[in-house]
């Protein structure tokens, strides 16, 4: 649980805005009820009179680590890699972005948007990114580079750090470095999910797993 200092500008009632960064389970805390908390002042227990929950924005990465199965086009001649795109792009043009919600984007050749609080400016350089997938090796530059970035950008508090990893199936060195840019993401607060382009079988083995954890 992450913690302000308390406000005391509504004496005698003061007011404490914190933040539980994720359950137990590594699940985000949802629908948190006043009777959840205990709260005390000088080791006295005292009643919580209202909770109200607020939703700060969202600093969001999209991390990608691409390769030759990006590229396998169907009978139309597209690629997964375009349908993802298409996915993304309709997400960012049609979600209604808060104040504080800001956009970045990451590829294996480096940082392309940074900081970004205008959707247009980032789908621009998403549509831009169009590498030969086909001859690209795939690491982990990218999700290093955006771990590095998102734990290292001072957000307003309550501002959420999520990063959307696009990957093909780790190869089995990778393992134990991933699972040391997961300990650095999760003591950065940084949530990240994966869409991972593969086969099946690879959920269920210590390469998929890996991704999983």
Not at 8 to 20: D, E, H, L, M, Q
Not at 89 to 113: C, H, M, Q, Y
Request: charged content about 20%; hydrophobic content about 45%; glycine content about 6%.
């Amino acid at each position: 649980v992450l913690v302000q200092p308390p406000d005391i500008s509504g004496f005698p009632t003061p007011s404490v805005t914190f933040k539980i960064r994720w359950s137990a389970s590594n699940q985000p805390v949802d629908m948190l009820q006043a009777g959840a908390l205990t709260v005390y002042e000088n080791e006295q227990l005292v009643p919580v009179h209202s909770l109200q929950q607020d939703d700060k924005g969202v600093y969001f990465a999209l991390a990608i680590n691409g390769g030759r199965e990006f590229d396998l086009r169907d009978a139309n001649g597209i690629s997964p890699y375009d349908h993802i795109n298409a996915v993304l792009v309709n997400w960012a043009e049609k979600r209604k972005f808060s104040e504080e919600d800001a956009l970045a984007l990451i590829t294996p050749e480096g940082v392309s948007i940074h900081h970004t609080k205008l959707p247009d400016e980032w789908v621009a350089a998403l549509n831009a990114y169009q590498p030969n997938f086909r001859t690209m090796t795939p690491d982990l530059a990218s999700l290093d580079s955006a771990i590095k970035l998102l734990a290292e950008r001072v957000v307003p508090f309550g501002v959420d750090k999520s990063l959307l990893y696009l990957t093909l199936p780790p190869l089995a060195e990778h393992i134990e470095p991933i699972r040391l840019l997961t300990d650095q993401a999760q003591s950065a607060g940084i949530h990240i999910n994966v869409w991972m382009l593969g086969e099946t079988f690879f959920l269920n083995n210590d390469q998929g797993r890996v991704l999983i954890e």
